[in-house]
């Protein structure tokens, strides 16, 4: 972490005396403070930092999301980290849905090398192929396999001819992917899915029988999902310099855009995850990557790539739009870190 004289690890509750966050859990936190006596004054954080917590606890886009956690940082490791409410640390492990297709496009690309992709493994990286679910049956019993899980008793993919080459933002891509390339494994035990993924990306992400649904199946932890991002910043992985190659349009209306979720006007989806932009001087920029989930996990690095951030939290009863919630959270954290004034 970034430090600004000393680091001090001063309790969750702690924090709460000084109005920062709610009391959490026995669990220390880590933050960054001055040479002053730990815990004593607000001023200990720089002005991007003070500016980030204050939008984290009282900004429009952030109040109604409940408990969460949130860190920013560069390749080197988190700058800045800090929970708001209890229950949800940099440890919590979560089921993170969608946020789980970057890691398996990331994955993916590592095991066959982005030169020796083909066209159709491209499609189905980027919900360009046709495969879709038929439903949305969560392949979590014990025992199931990939293939298992493909079929009809799961998510039951199909190939819808009139799709190829559109985008239908969907999971039966990458199941199909998933199927022709390790159909045999399983959630837990001996080979399975975990085993190859961790082995690609250099993660400890958990196992769990969920984790045959490669697109939304994985559960982790911030720190967990923190390994990769670095790993992208620091040039680690083929996957990071192909951040915005064979990207299509992704936005509602976008020309050849079928079905999605985004509700953040024009954007993009790559390999396994959105490309996050805004128009400047009437052109469209790409601001960042990312691969916000259903239930609200929200990982992201900027293009740059010389930044990342999570925002952890789990709501299940929710849909798609928990993830663009926690989009829109983090936006403003990010833009109250950056500028120095809280966003409203």
């Known amino acids: 972490m970034k430090q600004h004289g000393r680091t001090t690890r001063i309790s969750a509750c702690g924090l709460l005396a000084l109005g920062l ?4 859990t026995a669990e220390d936190v880590e933050v960054a403070v001055a040479d002053a006596p ?30 969460f956690y949130w860190e920013i940082g560069s390749g080197a490791g988190p700058l800045y980290a800090i929970p708001r409410g209890s229950g949800v640390t940099a440890a919590t492990v979560m089921p993170m849905a969608s946020a789980s297709k970057w890691l ?38 014990a025992g199931t396999t990939v293939s ?58 958990p196992e769990s029988d969920s984790a045959v649904a490669p697109a939304g199946g994985f559960s982790g932890s911030a720190a967990q999902y923190r390994v990769f991002l ?9 996957l990071s310099s192909q951040l915005t190659v064979d990207s299509v349009p992704a936005w509602a209306g976008g ?48 293009a740059a790539r010389t930044r990342y951030m999570v925002l952890a939290r789990s709501r299940q009863l929710g849909g798609d739009e928990e993830g663009q919630k926690s989009l829109a959270c983090a936006q403003a954290i990010r833009k109250a870190y950056e500028s120095g004034v809280p966003q409203p």
């Open 255 to 302: 020309p050849g855009v079928s079905s999605t979720p985004w509700t953040g006007g024009e954007t993009y989806y790559g390999l396994g995850h959105w490309i996050e932009g805004e128009t400047v001087n009437g052109a469209w920029t790409v601001t960042g990557h990312s691969s916000p989930g259903a239930f609200g996990f929200y990982p992201w690095v900027n």
């Open 21 to 24: 966050i709610g009391c959490g």
């Open 230 to 238: 670095m790993k992208l910043l620091n040039n680690q992985y083929a």
């Open 104 to 141: 398996y496009a990331g994955a993916y690309v590592q095991s066959r090398g982005y030169a020796n992709l083909t066209p159709d493994e491209k499609k189905r990286l980027n919900f360009t192929s046709g495969y879709i679910d038929e439903n949305s049956t969560l392949c979590g019993d």
């Open 148 to 205: 298992e899980c493909y079929g009809s008793a799961y998510k039951n993919v199909t190939y819808r001819p009139l799709q190829n080459g559109r985008f239908f933002y969907n999971g039966g891509h990458m199941q199909k992917l998933a199927l022709d390339d390790m159909g045999a494994r399983r959630g837990t035990g001996v080979a399975s899915v975990m085993d190859w993924l961790n082995a690609q990306l250099g993660t400890t992400l």
């Open 38 to 67: 730990p815990g004593t004054s607000q001023a200990a954080l720089t002005v991007g930092e003070q500016a980030a917590l204050t939008t984290a606890n009282t900004s429009e886009s952030c109040s109604p999301l409940g408990n």
